[in-house]
C-alpha cells in the first residue's frame, strides 16, 4: 500500500486512469454516429437566464473560478446577444435569496421556465460541483445518476438529475429553447436529455458499455492499490462489471436507453453544453492569471470569435 499522501490522492489518480483507459477505448473502438438532421426553431421572444456558480467557500472541496464564470459568461452573453431578464446565484452573496442553496437553485429553475412561449429564449448556466450517485429507476445506461451539489448539500441534500429534468425540462413548450451550459464533473447528462451529440453535432447512437464498464474496474484497481479501502473497491468494480455486461455492451440498444427516449423526449428545442462526459472530470484553470472553468472559457472564446456560430 502507498502513505499517506497517495491515500489522499487516490480519488484523483484513478479517475484519471479511468478518463485515460476509457479514451484508449474509444480511439481504438469508436463510439458510432450518424448525421443529426433536426433543426432548432428561431429566437423570437424574450431572452431570460439564469447563472449559477459557486465556490464553496470554506468548504472541502473549495473552488477559485466558478464566481468568475458567471460574471464572464453573463458579461459574454449581454455583450453578444443581450437578455432581458436574468437571475444569478453565487455563494458570495450577502441577501439569502441569492446564494445558491438547493431550494433557491430550484425556485430559480422554476422562474426561468415560467410564463415561456413560443419562441422565446431560456438560459441556465451552472458552475460549481457535479457528482454521481447509483440510478434507483433504470434510466441510465451506466447506472447512475449526475448531481448538482448545492452550497448547502450537506444539510439540505443535493440535485438528482432527474429532478432537474423534472423541474426545468419536462413539459416545456414547443417552439422553447432552453440552452444550459454546465461546467462541472459528470456533466454529460445533467439535465437527463435522450439524446447525446458529440462535437462534430452527430448523433451519438451507440455507447460502447463494456470499455466503460473495464475502464471503471481498471481504476479500481489503481485507487484500492494506494488507499486499501476494500469495501470502496468492491463497490466499483460490481459497477463496473454490470456495466461491462449491460445490453449495451456490445453496442446495441439496451432497456435503459429506449425508457430514456420514451420518458425524457420534449417538444421543447432543449440543448446542454457540457464540460466532460458522466464518466470524466472538469477542471479549474488559470488563464490569464484569473481562476476559471475551462469549458467556460472555451464557450467565451468561441463566442467572441463567432457570436453566430449554430
Known sequence: MFDKLGKQYAGVIADKVEVAVNEHFEKNNPTKTEHATETIGRVSGKRRALFIGINYFGQRGELKGCINDVHN??????Q???LDEFRVLTDDQKEAGGIPTRANILAGFRWLRAGAKAGDSLILHYSGHGGSIKD???????????????VDHK??????????????????PKGVRLTAII?????ESMLDLPYTYNVNGDLVITENERSKGISKMVATGVKFAMDGNKKDAMKNIKAGMKTAMSPGGEGGDSAARARAIQTRSTVAD??????CKDSQTSADAQIGGQATGAMSYALITALKEDKNMT
Open 73 to 78: 459568461i453573463k458579461r459574454s452573453l449581454l
Open 80 to 82: 453578444n446577444f443581450g
Open 136 to 150: 434507483t429507476d433504470g434510466d441510465e445506461e451506466d447506472g447512475m445518476d449526475e448531481t448538482m451539489i448545492p
Open 155 to 172: 444539510k439540505a441534500g443535493i440535485i438528482v438529475d432527474d429532478e432537474i429534468h423534472d423541474v426545468l425540462v419536462r413539459g416545456l
Open 183 to 187: 461546467d462541472c464533473c459528470h456533466s
Open 270 to 275: 432543449v440543448v446542454q453544453f457540457s464540460g
